[in-house]
């Protein structure tokens, strides 16, 4: 059977505080009836005794005057059970026993009605100086005064008993309730991991092993978030290579046969360089091989990628003719200023040119649904070095920026905002510049785009440069 941990903290709890609490509570009631019991009996013991010291005579009067001080009814007598004096009238006095008995005690002698009201009766035997005859005097104690001097002695330690019960049980739930509910937001969010919903819960305001608990539980929501993330992008690009790469090779030896064509047709007709359809066609043959190598790129093992000596702005002034008329035919201008000094990078030719396309290509699209005839959109590529160990190829583009739906996940693979998109180019730009040890990021200043790629140079002395994944 299930025992939640609030009952298990509160129950024992409950159970040690209910019967310390009680046990208290009646001995302090116990011990002040005791108190109340000895404090009446030595009241009345004292009365006694002052009688038995005094020489004055016992009148009704006296004994009218200690039953005021006492709240006893008196009646003295001689041995024989001779009336002498009294506290009462004649018509309520009870029938005399002659019987003495010493120590007082109130609460364990006989009991005598007067007017209708129970009274304890005690017989005390007087010896006094001065008087030739023994006297006993009879004491009555009003039952219900000795009831009420009871109560008011044991009812107030048990109230506070009651009171500190009813405090400790609401304590005792209070603190079970701290205790188990930030164990039970705990629960639920373990639950939401097993389902797959990484959000942190909120961490306890009480800075305390439960709160370490909580922050280590978010921590391994991130981590496994970030885990299910990698996941997914490993899952996605060992099916994009599974499936795209037999019809990428079969699709690039297409296009490589059909431009073979287009130079065998042109050598036949003796068609010059300068025709402009002839060169059209060429540069789309080319940019359509350049789209087949993405599919490529995704399964080529880093083994396989041939680093040599780049000059980034040479394969830029290269690379910009495959795709000017692309930008032309929607309107959209290139501009690129070279860098004055050579800027050389370790890497694979193919691999960071196809990184060129992916990203012009991507500005290209996004400036294309503004750009119009009358008012052309705008794609700058900038080249520079950062410091002695890193360059950055910037390129900049006027478009409207990236959705914010797909803004945190720009370079996961299969994401983009683009009706007729696929999501791969921005992927395969990232595999590129991670595996020539750079990064890629993006950024939106003020109406402009830029996507900034971080390179490190070449060390002229060991022609070598340190590569992610290698």
Not at 25 to 51: C, D, F, K, P, V
Not at 310 to 318: M, Q
Not at 407 to 427: C, I, M, N, R, Y
Request: glycine content about 6%; some cysteine.
């Amino acid at each position: 059977m299930r025992q939640p941990l609030r009952f298990q903290i509160m129950f024992p709890m409950l159970g040690l505080i209910f019967t310390a609490l009680i046990s208290v509570s009646a001995l302090n009631a116990y011990l002040a009836a005791e108190r109340a019991s000895r404090q009446i009996e030595r009241q009345l013991q004292g009365i006694t005794h002052t009688l038995e010291q005094t020489n004055f005579p016992l009148t009704d009067t006296v004994l009218r005057q200690l039953r005021g001080l006492s709240g006893a009814e008196f009646i003295l007598a001689t041995k024989n059970g001779e009336k002498r004096a009294s506290s009462l009238s004649e018509a309520s006095e009870p029938a005399l026993t002659l019987q003495a008995t010493d120590p007082l005690e109130v609460d364990s002698q006989q009991q005598h009605a007067i007017h209708g009201e129970n009274y304890f009766h005690s017989i005390k035997q007087l010896a006094r100086r001065n008087v030739g005859e023994q006297q006993v005097l009879h004491i009555f104690y009003p039952e219900s005064g000795y009831r009420q001097a009871w109560k008011d002695a044991v009812l107030p330690p048990l109230l506070i008993g009651l009171i500190a019960v009813v405090l400790a049980v609401m304590s005792a739930i209070a603190i079970a309730a701290r205790v188990s509910r930030p164990l039970s937001l705990l629960k639920e969010q373990a639950i939401h991991i097993a389902q797959g919903q990484f959000q942190p819960t909120p961490l306890p305001r009480r800075h305390d092993e439960v709160r370490d608990l909580a922050v280590a539980i978010n921590q391994m929501a991130s981590m496994l978030d970030q885990y299910e993330r990698n996941v997914r992008v490993s899952e996605r690009q060992r099916t994009l290579a599974q499936l795209g790469g037999g019809i990428a090779h079969q699709m690039r030896n297409a296009a490589t046969g059909c431009r073979m064509a287009v130079d065998i047709l042109a050598d036949e007709h003796a068609l010059h360089d300068q025709s402009e359809s002839l060169t059209v066609a060429r540069r789309q043959l080319e940019l359509m091989e350049s789209h087949i190598k993405r599919f490529l790129a995704l399964s080529r093992p880093v083994a396989e990628v041939n680093f040599q000596t780049i000059d980034l702005s040479e394969l830029i002034a290269e690379t910009l003719p495959l795709i000017r008329s692309a930008a032309h035919h929607v309107h959209v201008t290139l501009t690129w200023n070279p860098p004055e000094q050579t800027i050389s990078v370790l890497g694979d030719e193919g691999e960071l040119q196809q990184l060129l396309i992916n990203l012009l290509l991507n500005s290209i699209e996004a400036v294309a649904c503004e750009a119009s005839s009358s008012q052309n959109g705008t794609v700058e590529v900038r080249l520079h070095r950062m410091n002695a160990r890193n360059v950055e190829l910037v390129i900049m583009d006027s478009g409207p920026g990236p959705h914010a739906d797909v803004a945190e996940t720009l370079f996961e693979p299969f994401v983009t905002a683009k009706p007729d998109g696929v999501g791969l180019g921005l992927s395969v730009a990232r595999q590129v510049v991670q595996r020539h040890g750079g990064r890629v990021s993006w950024d939106r200043d003020g109406g402009t785009t830029c996507f900034r790629v971080e390179l490190p140079t070449l060390d002229v002395e060991s022609q070598r440069v340190t590569v992610v994944g290698s």
